[in-house]
């Protein structure tokens, strides 16, 4: 299972109602931040999953609505007790901007592995139980989409273990993805294991202007998070001048790359309800839903 | 008049209701801002006073609680039409901080005059209407107390300016302060203007220990601002080691410096409800005000 937490869905300036944009991830109690808005430590508090278990960050790039909560979040983590390593994943020049922003938190109680991501080409890295990829966007200044995986192996099939006389002791090891050797021969998961069957993903994308790569990128998505910085189509003109997207082009993503469910976010402080411009989404991805701080989801496995 | 908002009372953290320490102060429209921590921004919008008249910043020290708002802010007040210059005060190292945090707010519509003050020892400033007063405090880094005065000239005195024949067109000339040559002599304003009289004073000190300068700064205040990060008195010495004051030492601050009011702020995150601690500062100095975010107040002349 994997579970949801939008923590804001504004973009450019937070309002009173609405934090900047910023999303959590949690899979088996671990759980991945993605963006770190001024005010993210805040929605964090509201979403009530704690501090503690975050163990990393995906920072799409550098402007302050994306990135200004980070000093303020590292030290508020270090006051929950955290002493194990925080890993930071972004675009090139990572290691540049953490070291200008921690000048006003310094002295954390943990260590920080700075992974910088090629804003080049198409990357993906293992990190615990996610396998999270990167992709290169279109923006002002290099930003990256994001995508987590949980990989869900194939069906453990008791039959031909019993054909193969393999002893139940052995059984739980198989499944994990051990191999074991047993009576002088080697005996490997796949002698037991059904095909590997469809896990789950999440892709994040802001900001950005809408690209073929993205909607490859983001096929079969079982949730597509993507900016919606403006709504009415008329907008478009704005929208690609300050690369950034409208509703209906997210919803042609979400379409086209055959997602599950599109939620919009990172909406223009001038757009103040999002909600009456649903629409111009709909009337291309039905499932659309308008994003709101602190909406969340439970993705679980199709059995 | 003086009006002041006091735009969050935290300390450390924030919490969903209670934002960052930071104040506003207003005279004739323009306005100061003291300190700007994460989520001023959202406060500043809340207060209703708008952001375009904001022409200086006043940073106490560079701890993530009262400056990681700083480039949200300043791209906000980008946004919001500003192309004057805005001036930021600051221990060192101001210019070293700000090159740091404006990594992620580059490109900003209005320059930015960096006014560095000492941390050794007391120094004093006119800006516009205000002369501003900074005291070096005891804190982990260099921090600096503010001081806030809006002086007043003394009353016209029209029986002189009779007496000597000076015309009536010129009468709101010398009011403002301003020298006339007239009828082959020149008239100066202390010909018929009368002895200075009581200004406005708001003193605003967080973070620090308590010390016998910090009384003699702030002496007479019309408002003192001051920390009170524990109640408790028996939190002194937890204060002592992380150099902050409990209630009962800033009450003594204002006591003994003869304050008209005194607001705490720049609680701990553990100090869920400072009202239920108010009476050990008014044990001490019964105008005491647990501070709020988004108190205000207008100071007004004696007469």
């Known amino acids: 299972m ?25 899979e088996n109690g671990k759980m991945i931040l993605v963006d770190c808005g001024e005010g993210t430590q805040v929605s964090i508090k509201k ?23 980070l000093p303020g979040f590292l030290l508020t983590l270090g006051n929950s007790g955290r002493t194990e390593p925080l890993t930071i994943f972004g675009p090139p020049p990572l290691a540049y901007v953490l070291s200008a922003l921690t000048v006003i938190a310094p002295e954390l109680p943990y260590e920080i592995h700075i ?26 200044i290099p930003c990256l989409a994001y995508r987590f995986e949980i990989k869900r192996s194939g069906k453990f099939q008791k039959e031909r273990a019993e054909e193969q006389k393999i002893p139940k002791e052995f059984w739980s090891i198989l499944q994990k993805g051990n191999e074991i050797e047993y009576d002088g021969r080697m005996i490997s ?44 189509n008329e907008m478009r003109e704005k929208a690609i001048a300050r690369q950034h997207m409208i ?36 009337s291309i ?18 059995d």
């Open 285 to 302: 991805f039905l499932r659309t839903v308008i994003g709101k701080d602190l909406m969340k989801d439970r993705l679980s496995f199709d």
């Open 115 to 140: 992974s910088e991501l090629s804003s080049e080409k198409e990357s993906s890295i293992e990190h615990g139980a996610f396998l999270i990829g990167s992709l290169p966007m279109v923006h002002a």
């Open 2 to 26: 994997l579970e949801v937490c939008l923590l804001g869905c504004g973009g450019m300036a937070p309002l009173p109602d609405r934090h900047l944009s910023s999303l959590l991830i949690r």
């Open 189 to 232: 998961p796949n002698m037991v294991m059904g095909p590997p069957r469809k896990g789950l993903k999440i892709t994040y994308c802001t900001d950005s202007r809408p690209t073929e790569e993205l909607i490859q990128f983001s096929v079969e998505s079982d949730l597509l998070v993507c900016e919606g910085m403006y709504g009415e």
């Open 47 to 69: 979403a009530g999953w704690g501090f503690k278990s975050i163990d990393a960050i995906c920072l799409t790039h550098y402007h302050a609505d994306h990135v200004a909560g």
């Open 247 to 282: 509703f209906s082009e997210a919803a042609e993503i979400a379409a086209r790359g055959n997602s599950q469910e599109l939620w919009l976010t990172h909406f223009s402080p001038s757009l103040k309800d999002p909600e009456t411009l649903l629409c111009n989404a709909q």
